[in-house]
T-cell receptor
Framework: GAVVSQHPSWVICKSGTSVKIECRSLDFQATTMFWYRQFPKQSLMLMATSNEGSKATYEQGVEKDKFLINHASLTLSTLTVTSAHPEDSSFYIC????????????FGPGTRLTVL | AQSVSQHNHHVILSEAASLELGCNYSYGGTVNLFWYVQYPGQHLQLLLKYFSGDPLVKGIKGFEAEFIKSKFSFNLRKPSVQWSDTAEYFCAVNCIHMYSGGGADGLTFGKGTHLIIQP
């Protein structure tokens, strides 16, 4: 149990386009999901907290207009990278908080974004 | 804001050696502590976690960690490593905000330790 999926697993896009990444909790409901970013050979950095039915909470330094988050249901959160640029190329990872399992977060496999 | 420090960025050990990876955090309040592992090409997996109670926690695959509150530390240990333990290990913390219903934040990760086990 407690499986989190992400789609797509990798995407290549042109500069200036927008890319949507989906995060799904497959066998549990998650009112809270988190989005992280991981640069090569570095650690994960929390970008934002996605709350079902309300606005996302962004970490300091993360542009909310660039990284649009929507958490429309208890099993789905989406991250849209708008007007992507090469510096947005990264590995984006989501996690879903399993509240009945002592608040443990389960991570998705990540999405590799490359902006040309 | 909280921060997490992992002291060893690269560790190389031989099989059957004992392992200890250091992790220190900075935060004055109540925290949850985690160790995650990322095997090559795979996603993050939870090794173990500490929320409260016995400060010595046992996780999967023979790993354990000890929370020492006075030292703000949560070091990961394994008495005898195997080649299959080669991976990236991340220590992480999130903070409990008692004023907001006890919910916990997203995780703050350390920079990770790349562990290589030589056969």
């Amino acid at each position: 149990g407690a499986v989190v999926s992400q789609h797509p697993s990798w995407v290549i896009c042109k500069s200036g386009t927008s890319v949507k990444i989906e995060c799904r909790s497959l066998d549990f409901q998650a009112t809270t999901m988190f989005w992280y970013r991981q640069f090569p050979k570095q650690s994960l950095m929390l970008m934002a907290t996605s709350n079902e039915g309300s606005k996302a909470t962004y970490e300091q330094g993360v542009e909310k207009d660039k990284f649009l988050i929507n958490h429309a249901s208890l099993t789905l959160s989406t991250l849209t990278v708008t007007s992507a640029h090469p510096e947005d190329s990264s590995f984006y990872i989501c996690s879903a908080r399993f509240e009945t399992k002592a608040d443990t977060q389960y991570f998705g496999p990540g999405t590799r974004l490359t902006v040309l | 804001a909280q921060s997490v420090s992992q002291h060893n960025h690269h560790v190389i050990l031989s099989e059957a050696a004992s392992l200890e990876l250091g992790c220190n955090y900075s935060y004055g309040g109540t925290v949850n502590l985690f160790w995650y592992v990322q095997y090559p090409g795979q996603h993050l997996q939870l090794l173990l976690k500490y929320f409260s109670g016995d400060p010595l926690v046992k996780g999967i695959k023979g790993f354990e960690a000890e929370f020492i509150k006075s030292k703000f530390s949560f070091n990961l240990r394994k008495p005898s490593v195997q080649w299959s333990d080669t991976a990236e290990y991340f220590c992480a913390v999130n903070c409990i905000h008692m004023y907001s219903g006890g919910g916990a934040d997203g995780l703050t990760f350390g920079k990770g330790t790349h562990l290589i086990i030589q056969p």
